[in-house]
T-cell receptor, first 113, second 111 residues
Framework: DTAVSQTPKYLVTQMGNDKSIKCEQNLGHDTMYWYKQDSKKFLKIMFSYNNKELIINETVPNRFSPKSPDKAHLNLHINSLELGDSAVYFC????????????FGEGSRLTVL | SQELEQSPQSLIVQEGKNLTINCTSS?????LYWYKQKYGEGLIFLMM?????EEKSHEKITAKLDEKKQQSSLHITASQPSHAGIYLCGADGQAGTALIFGKGTTLSVSS
């Protein structure tokens, strides 16, 4: 069983479209994250979700919205996609917030044309 | 805000050679993590260091945290093609924020 799974793995779409990436973890963790990895491999935190509390990174445009139906799922919805949104998006979870080992999904590569 | 600087940015070594990757923090490190990423895959946790002077090893990979807790090094002995990938250092954010990462070091091992 995959601990943290993301779907889809690849996503190609046109500018202006709306898309979602789903993430599920079966580790029983209370904390989940979305990270964005740009073309230079720099990994930046976008959102943290800890015990139903959403912590938003200020630099993330409000076109990005995380949604958590339950503590095992944290989905990422993106409105009005732009070229600069092309990146690999990683979901992760951890047993403790802000510290400790993160368990990453395999990433979702988003390409905006 | 805290920043992590990794060096070198990329590295090509011959199989069997040793190598070192460095990670320097702009602020005191309270938890330092090393991860490895293979192309098209997620990050795999390697090691965590918390105490000044701490050293941990796993197979042929050794990580150290300096006494001042502002720099960590990752050393690979007798590199193999399986060591190739991107190595990222991560640190506990301040005030309980999420982990932040350095920009990564891409390692290629030629046989």
């Amino acid at each position: 069983d995959t601990a943290v799974s993301q779907t889809p793995k690849y996503l190609v779409t046109q500018m202006g479209n709306d898309k979602s990436i789903k993430c599920e973890q079966n580790l029983g963790h209370d904390t989940m994250y979305w990270y964005k990895q740009d073309s230079k491999k720099f990994l930046k935190i976008m959102f943290s979700y800890n015990n139903k509390e959403l912590i938003i990174n200020e630099t993330v445009p409000n076109r990005f919205s995380p949604k958590s139906p339950d503590k095992a799922h944290l989905n990422l919805h993106i409105n009005s996609l732009e070229l600069g949104d092309s990146a690999v998006y990683f979901c992760a979870s951890s047993p403790l917030y802000g510290t400790g080992e993160l368990f990453f999904g395999e990433g979702s590569r988003l390409t905006v044309l | 805000s805290q920043e992590l600087e990794q060096s070198p940015q990329s590295l090509i070594v011959q199989e069997g050679k040793n190598l070192t990757i460095n990670c320097t923090s702009s602020k005191t490190l309270y938890g330092l993590y090393w991860y490895k990423q293979k192309y098209g895959e997620g990050l795999i946790f390697l090691m965590m260091l918390q105490k000044g002077g701490e050293e941990k090893s796993h197979e042929k990979i050794t990580a150290k945290l300096d006494e001042k807790k502002q720099q960590s090094s990752l050393h690979i002995t007798a590199s193999q093609p399986s060591h190739a990938g991107i190595y990222l250092c991560g640190a506990d954010g301040q005030a309980g924020t999420a982990l932040i990462f350095g920009k990564g070091t891409t390692l290629s091992v030629s046989s």
